[in-house]
């Protein structure tokens, strides 16, 4: 049995970042049986100055990138296409918004300690995609939580008192420091970075070399 570690850097809100785990899945479903995978999320912030309440996502997406609301839908509509493909139901209207997500990750590095953050990973990207909730918002975070099988009470009294924000502030500067300044970021057992949504055979060719070649 061959065991190894992948760490995801990315952000709650970020759509590429749902597409590609969903591709990591298919590629990790074709490789051997006997290779067994450890997976960890890592924070990154897409927007680290936005302040509570969000923006409308296609006013951010115009100011960021410079796109029109015409490309903005029609990068909204391929989006939700290849979500769908994957099983994954994206939800964007003309009143969708974008949020920081530094909460959110500090939620995610006490769920790491219990082995709930996989599923708390998944809870905030169905908050945000399929439930169009503000992932900046408490009462959002904690229902997220407690659907992952976290505790309510506890989740609701580390965002107010803020336990972990250096902690996840020392983990964004390291990934940053690392050369990570977009997101996804896959980095195969500790050596091999993988950046973007790619395709699972992308993966599963990165993840074959790993295997073949031991770190010295």
């Excluded at 599923?119 to 009462?139: C, G, H, I, N, S």
């Excluded at 195969?188 to 949504?197: E, F, K």
């Amino acid at each position: 049995m061959t065991q190894m570690r992948i760490d995801i850097v990315s952000d709650v809100v970020c759509p590429w970042c749902v597409i590609g785990f969903k591709r990591l899945e298919q590629a990790l479903a074709q490789l051997d049986a006997e290779l067994v995978v450890a997976v960890l999320w890592h924070p990154f912030e897409l927007n680290p100055e936005m302040p509570p309440g969000g923006q409308d996502l296609r006013e951010h997406v115009a100011q960021k990138y410079g796109a029109s609301d015409e490309q903005s839908a029609v990068a909204r509509t391929r989006l939700t296409a290849l979500a769908a493909d994957l099983g994954v139901d994206f939800r964007y209207d003309d009143q969708s918004r974008i949020y920081n997500t530094f909460k959110a990750h500090q939620l995610l590095h006490w769920a790491l300690r219990s082995g709930r953050q996989a599923p708390l990973k998944f809870a905030l990207f169905d908050a945000y995609f399929t439930r169009q909730e503000a992932v900046d918002e408490d009462d959002v975070l904690v229902a997220a939580a407690e659907r992952a099988g976290l505790d309510a009470d506890e989740a609701r009294a580390l965002l107010a008192d803020g336990r972990f924000a250096e902690d996840v502030r020392n983990e964004e500067r390291f990934w940053v420091e690392k050369g990570i300044a977009g997101v996804p970021a896959f980095v195969i057992d500790g050596r091999y970075l993988v950046s973007g949504a790619q395709e699972p055979a992308v993966l599963v060719d990165v993840i074959e070399r790993a295997v073949r070649e031991p770190a010295a």
